[in-house]
Each structure stands twice: as structure tokens, then as C-alpha cells.
């Protein structure tokens, strides 16, 4: 058995270079993964800092008020924050399957389910927005504002759980990004509507709860299009995956690595040539 040159380096170390870069490979995923959706928690939470920020320049039982409502609200879409894990789950298996069509299905069972879980806790927000307003000890001064706060801004509710199921889809698919930039655009609109209201058309509180609701609802109608897209209007379900370097159909930033699988010719048919190509 000839021996290995000697400037040429030893299979072990060659395996264990191999495995570094193969690590450096999968670390550099897992960034770009975990980075744009570190920024999408992280921007969510703004609504209400921006919120109070406007608020607090009303007075201090307005601003005492949204405080009561905001800690209703957060506990009513934080409680079916399992909806983005679980829809993320779901999706993630059937993309690990190649199987798209199911995937996209799963998200969209996670976004009726989420729609009806909002209608749901919207009428009962509604009904019930003094008798939980009194249960966390608002001031007299102060319920009035927080009634006002909770009852608008209820109806964001669905918008906000539509959001979080949407989001899980795409994270299932791979894609990080949009929900990141979703996040970031609807903070600015809710900044920008707020002051509107506020300032603008003098609506006080409610004028801050409508600017939310817009902001919020416009995230969702955005999430909404896109899933729509990625069941690829007049694409059979059978199809498969559109070949690399052409637009994926279930990634709206870029495509995932379950677009990858080329898309095969038919039995029989010959592989199509470009004009350029039939006229050399």
C-alpha cells in the first residue's frame, strides 16, 4: 500500500478538520436561525413600551389604566403562546418529510384553530372587561381608562393569535427573517398610528388602543398572504419542489432547504431546451 506523501496531512487529521468545518457549517445555521427570531420576541413586546410611553403624556390614571389593561391583554396571548411552538413542530416534521403540501396544511389548521381560540377570548374580553379590571385592583379613577383600553384593544385579540400561528409556520419552514421584519414594520406603524390618534385626532387611551389594533391586524392580514402564497395558487399538490435558483414557493424571504429537490420530468419526455439554445 503506498504511503501518503509527506506534505500531505494524516487521515485523522484530515477527519477532524473535515468535522470543524462541518461544525462551523451547521453553527453559522443555527445563527441565522436563531438571531432574526431572538429579534421578533424582542420586538414584540415594544407595543406596549410604546404604548405607555404615549400614554403616560395624558395623565397618570389613563397611563394607570393602560397598566391594568396591558396585564389583562399579555396574560390573554401569552397563555396560547402554544400556538407558534406547536404549529413550528408540526410544519418543521412534514418540511423533514418533503412533504409540503402537508406542511402547509398543518400551518393552516394552526391559524383557523388560532382564529377561533381569539374569537373566543375577544367575547369573553368584552363581557368581562370590568369585572377583570376590579379583579386587579384598578382605582376608581383609573377603570374607567382601563375598560376603554381592554375593550378596543380586545379586538386585536385575533390578530395577535393569528400572528403567533403564522409565525410558527414559517419558523417550521425555515424562515426567520419575516417574522423579524413583520415585528419591526408593525412596531413603526403602531408608533406612527398612536401618535396619529392621540395627538392628531385627540382620541386619548382609545386612541392608542385603535393604533394598536390596526397595527396588529395589518400583521395578521401580511401573515395571512403569505401562507396563501405558499400554497402556490394552481399548483397541484402532488407537485414537487421547484428545482434550486428558482422561486421557492414555501419560503417567502428565501428559499428553505426543502426546496431543494429538483423537479423531475416526466417518464418519457425530453428535457426541455432554452429558444437560445434550439436556434445554435
Known amino acids: 500500500m503506498p504511503a501518503n506523501p509527506p506534505d500531505a496531512p494524516a487521515p485523522a487529521e484530515s477527519d477532524r478538520r473535515e468535522r470543524r468545518r462541518a461544525m462551523r457549517?451547521?453553527?453559522?445555521?443555527?445563527?441565522?436561525?436563531?438571531?432574526?427570531?431572538?429579534?421578533?420576541?424582542?420586538?414584540?413586546?415594544?407595543?406596549?413600551?410604546?404604548?405607555?410611553?404615549?400614554?403616560?403624556?395624558?395623565?397618570?390614571?389613563?397611563l394607570a389604566g393602560l397598566g391594568v389593561a396591558s396585564a389583562v391583554l399579555t396574560t390573554c396571548v401569552n397563555v396560547f403562546v402554544f400556538l407558534a411552538y406547536a404549529t413550528t413542530a408540526a410544519v418543521a416534521r412534514r418540511v423533514g418529510a418533503r412533504d409540503l403540501p402537508a406542511a402547509v396544511r398543518q400551518g393552516v389548521d394552526g391559524i383557523w384553530l388560532a382564529?377561533?381560540?381569539?374569537?373566543?377570548?375577544?367575547?369573553?374580553?368584552?363581557?368581562?372587561?370590568?369585572?377583570?379590571?376590579?379583579?386587579?385592583?384598578?382605582?376608581?379613577?383609573?377603570a374607567p381608562h382601563a375598560v376603554t383600553y381592554l375593550r378596543i384593544s380586545a379586538l386585536g385579540i385575533?390578530?395577535?393569535?393569528?400572528?403567533?400561528?403564522?409565525?410558527?409556520?414559517?419558523?417550521?419552514?425555515?424562515?426567520?427573517?419575516?417574522?423579524?421584519?413583520?415585528?419591526?414594520?408593525?412596531?413603526?406603524a403602531?408608533?406612527?398610528?398612536?401618535?396619529?390618534?392621540?395627538?392628531?385626532?385627540?382620541?386619548?387611551?382609545?386612541g392608542s388602543a385603535w393604533g394598536t389594533v390596526a397595527a396588529q391586524t395589518a400583521m395578521a392580514a401580511f401573515y395571512l398572504r403569505v401562507t396563501a402564497s405558499a400554497c402556490g395558487p394552481g399548483r397541484p399538490e402532488s407537485a414537487p419542489a421547484p428545482a434550486p435558483g428558482r422561486r421557492c414557493w414555501c419560503a417567502p424571504s428565501r428559499c428553505a432547504p426543502c426546496c431543494s429537490s429538483p423537479r423531475p420530468s416526466p417518464p418519457g419526455s425530453a428535457t426541455p431546451t432554452s429558444p437560445r439554445t434550439r436556434s445554435r
Open 158 to 188: 385575533p390578530a395577535m393569535l393569528v400572528v403567533l400561528a403564522a409565525t410558527g409556520v414559517l419558523r417550521g419552514m425555515q424562515d426567520t427573517r419575516t417574522p423579524l421584519y413583520v415585528a419591526i414594520a408593525g412596531f413603526a
Open 190 to 206: 403602531n408608533i406612527a398610528l398612536n401618535a396619529l390618534f392621540i395627538y392628531g385626532f385627540g382620541w386619548g387611551i382609545a
Open 25 to 62: 457549517r451547521h453553527d453559522r445555521e443555527i445563527l441565522a436561525l436563531a438571531l432574526p427570531a431572538f429579534g421578533s420576541l424582542v420586538a414584540e413586546p415594544l407595543f406596549l413600551m410604546a404604548d405607555s410611553a404615549m400614554v403616560g403624556h395624558l395623565g397618570t390614571p389613563q
Open 115 to 142: 382564529f377561533l381560540l381569539g374569537a373566543a377570548v375577544l367575547a369573553f374580553t368584552l363581557l368581562a372587561a370590568p369585572a377583570l379590571t376590579d379583579a386587579l385592583g384598578a382605582s376608581a379613577s383609573a
